[in-house]
């Protein structure tokens, strides 16, 4: 069976000038197209930023990205888009709109006739794309991650806009049962909305001897605690770095970067933990398996999630996790093998869970067992599934 012409649409997607910028969804197009279920050509549209000393990082970065370019043998394209910071949240998805149609127009005259319309996050791509799919008369799937559904609902002329999109899109996807309910309570037909997590790399992600780990990345000996992600608010990293002075003898290594790095410092500094936290950056895929081996627990501290991919890396190699009980993540630490959940953002609570989880460590491979049914091939398949449904199996 001919692989399905898909257009992907995803403004969460990395390029060469930001190549650790939310990998996530990258990840599943290109499952998709390896497994040979999809052909796709993406959208990903970025902020127009004119290139302009002065102008603050947040936006410089903008104008590095290339207009197009080819990755992991897929066409990206970056179209730009006007938009405000804050205050043009509710203009967004008609700007998108607007350079979306256009790009789609163009590639539908080269000869790339795509069957589907597959967007990553409701709002504003989701919104976006909506229009997009009507006018090319296809099908619309459209996947919410976290914060599209969890927070920018509460905005009310976004949320009218979901509302509309829940009732119009011809499916939608939730990578947790928690952000399903929500597609739900927007006005989404039961028959339409699909629970389909991310998957995780099993061949990648999988158990390493932890002492070899630290020596290649130069780590000593010593209880260690890793968080990895985007160095913000959201994901609970200032919580993490509080945590850590409540836990004598502990180190903890913050891998990524965000808004927070300097903040997180300065904190550290404060509570007289800086000589026992490490801050290494964003680091490649290829390299995040020996970090999840070096550490003894993984926390998980966020405030807001879907069902995050770095969950399911930690414990496919076989590290057990303490995770803020929020939306999706007690749908993967389920047992108690996997770790603890904490309520509340308490750090207190955060490292009488870590001591906990620390005095019985866990057998590595008992601990990847609770994601051994989350590996990509699974994802892909329902995918693909659904794609060819709505398709009415065009080719």
Same mark, same amino acid.
């Given at each position: ?12 997607y ?25 052909? $796709? ?42 938009? #405000?910071? =804050? ?24 000869? &790339?006739? &795509? ?11 989701g919104?976006?794309? #909506?229009?997009l799919?009507?006018? &090319? ?9 976290? $914060? ?20 119009? %899109? ?20 039961d ?8 998957g995780?790399? !099993? ?13 290649? !990345?130069? !780590? ?25 002075? =409540? #836990? ?16 997180l ?11 026992? #936290? ?11 398996p ?12 966020? =405030? ?7 969950? !399911?890396?930690?414990?496919a ?15 993967a ?25 620390? %005095? ?26 659904? &794609? ?8």
């Amino acid at each position: 069976m001919k692989p399905l012409p898909v257009l992907t649409v995803a403004s969460l997607y990395p390029n060469a000038a930001m190549p650790g910028f939310a990998p996530f969804v990258e990840h599943r197009v290109r499952r998709l197209v390896e497994a040979g279920a999809a052909e $796709t050509r993406v959208l990903a549209p970025v902020p127009w930023a004119p290139a302009l000393p002065g102008l603050p990082e947040a936006w410089r970065r903008w104008a590095r990205v290339p207009r197009a370019e080819v990755r992991h043998g897929i066409p990206v394209f970056h179209p730009r888009y006007p938009h #405000l910071p =804050r205050i043009g949240m509710t203009l967004q998805p008609g700007a998108m709109a607007a350079v979306l149609r256009r790009e789609a127009a163009r590639l539908w005259r080269e000869g &790339f006739r &795509f069957a589907l319309v597959d967007a990553h996050y409701a709002y504003p791509d989701g919104v976006a794309a #909506l229009d997009l799919a009507r006018r &090319f008369a296809v099908p619309l799937v459209v996947t919410a991650r976290g $914060t599209d559904l969890n927070l920018i609902p509460r905005h009310p002329p976004a949320r009218r806009r979901l509302e509309r999109l829940a009732r119009k %899109a011809d499916a939608l996807v939730a990578v947790s049962r928690a952000l399903a309910g929500v597609w739900r309570e927007l006005g989404a037909p039961d028959e339409r909305v699909h629970v389909v997590p991310n998957g995780v790399d !099993l061949d990648l992600f999988r158990p390493l001897e932890r002492e070899a780990a630290r020596r290649v !990345l130069g !780590l000593g000996p010593g209880p260690l605690l890793l968080s990895l992600g985007e160095l913000s608010e959201r994901k609970g990293m200032d919580v993490a770095v509080r945590t850590l002075a =409540r #836990l004598p003898g502990w180190r903890l290594v913050l891998v990524g970067e965000g808004p927070l790095r300097s903040r997180l410092a300065d904190l550290a500094r404060e509570l007289g933990v800086a000589e026992r #936290l490490a801050f290494p950056g964003s680091r490649p895929q290829a390299e995040l398996p020996l970090w999840y081996a070096a550490c003894d627990v993984f926390l998980l501290a966020s =405030r807001r999630e879907g069902l995050p991919n770095v969950l !399911l890396e930690a414990l496919a190699c076989g590290r057990p996790v303490v995770a803020a009980r929020v939306w999706g993540v007690p749908e993967a630490v389920r047992e108690p093998v996997a770790g603890r959940l904490v309520d509340g953002h308490d750090p207190a609570a955060f490292a009488a869970a870590v001591r906990e989880v620390a %005095a019985a460590p866990p057998d590595p491979d008992a601990v990847r067992a609770t994601v051994a049914e989350r590996s990509w091939e699974v994802t892909v398949r329902r995918l693909a599934e659904l &794609f060819r449904e709505l398709a009415g199996g065009r080719p």
